[in-house]
């Protein structure tokens, strides 16, 4: 089996993640900044958090043969101070010139306020301006479907951005369908007490079909799996999913979307 593992916050996990990744076919790994369990107190911070996705975390994964490629923003449960959101929006620009960095992401909304959609749109405008794909975080639980037409029509609202160009991660039963029909990538997030499980998952890709779809795991501080997307390749191949079927999705899917990018190289 072989796999992209598309979203994943490894400044979180141990090495022997990345060992056990590698062994279970991984190829490469992505990981969008992310909200740190802490909101961070200065853009100070978040400069050298960039510095860890972009410089430290490289070299990390590299030990155990696995390219790693990281997204940028500030995360929308710290957007709620514009002030300082603005000043990491400002420091963006010059990580964007590394040649890991695939675009701006994770960005979207936590809780749906006015300040998140305000930072969600200048996020949308400097990915536009410096032609960025974008990875987008939909709200948990009973504000998911709000906030995912939130998103969607704040994306709409921008005529630069193409929709084959946009992933909106986390997506459940009742928001995949409104994902997809709009033209952009949806992201299966699988989580062992949320979002999805192996078999959700699977439900979901059988009734929305495997089209414009990556599964990934988000691993992060929490009870998380880093080996969920290999568990759900598994579960597809025990429902009878062929292999080639199972390596589209797996593998094909998140390289054809990611290789938009011309960074987005792996041997």
């Known amino acids: 089996m072989r796999y992209i593992e598309p979203h994943a916050h490894m400044v979180s996990r141990i090495t022997d993640d990345y060992e056990a990744m590698r062994l279970a076919g991984c190829e490469a790994i992505c990981e969008p900044a992310f909200w740190a369990g802490f909101d961070r107190s200065s853009v100070d911070g978040f400069y050298d958090y960039f510095c860890q996705l972009t410089d430290y975390e490289p070299k990390r994964a590299a030990k155990f043969g696995l390219p790693h490629f990281s997204w940028l923003c500030i995360n929308p449960k710290e957007s709620e101070d514009m002030g300082l959101a603005r000043d990491v929006?400002?420091?963006?620009?010059?990580?964007?010139?590394?040649?890991?960095?695939?675009g701006i992401g994770e960005i979207g909304l936590n809780k749906n306020t006015r300040n998140e959609i305000t930072i969600l749109e200048e996020h949308i405008d400097l990915a536009a301006k410096y032609d960025q794909l974008i990875l987008v975080h939909t709200p948990h639980l009973e504000d998911k479907f709000k906030g995912t037409r939130l998103i969607l029509d704040v994306l709409r609202a921008d005529s630069r951005i193409h929709p084959g160009r946009v992933i909106i991660d986390h997506v459940e039963e009742h928001t995949v369908e409104m994902v997809l029909e709009a033209g952009f990538w949806a992201g299966i997030t699988l989580y062992p007490e949320s979002k999805a499980t192996?078999?959700?998952?699977?439900?979901?890709?059988?009734?929305?079909?495997?089209?414009?779809?990556?599964?990934?795991?988000?691993?992060?501080?929490?009870?998380?799996?880093?080996?969920?997307?290999?568990?759900?390749?598994?579960?597809?191949?025990?429902?009878?999913?062929?292999?080639?079927?199972?390596?589209?999705?797996?593998?094909?899917?998140?390289?054809?979307?990611?290789?938009?990018?011309?960074?987005?190289?792996?041997?």
Not at 200 to 229: F, H, Q, T, Y
């Open 89 to 102: 929006l400002g420091i963006i620009p010059e990580f964007l010139k590394r040649s890991n960095v695939l």
């Open 198 to 267: 192996p078999a959700r998952a699977v439900d979901m890709v059988e009734r929305a079909g495997m089209k414009n779809i990556w599964l990934n795991c988000a691993c992060d501080w929490g009870r998380s799996e880093p080996l969920a997307v290999p568990r759900t390749a598994i579960e597809m191949g025990r429902r009878g999913h062929s292999k080639e079927a199972v390596d589209a999705l797996v593998f094909g899917n998140p390289v054809r979307f990611l290789s938009q990018n011309p960074r987005f190289q792996i041997s």
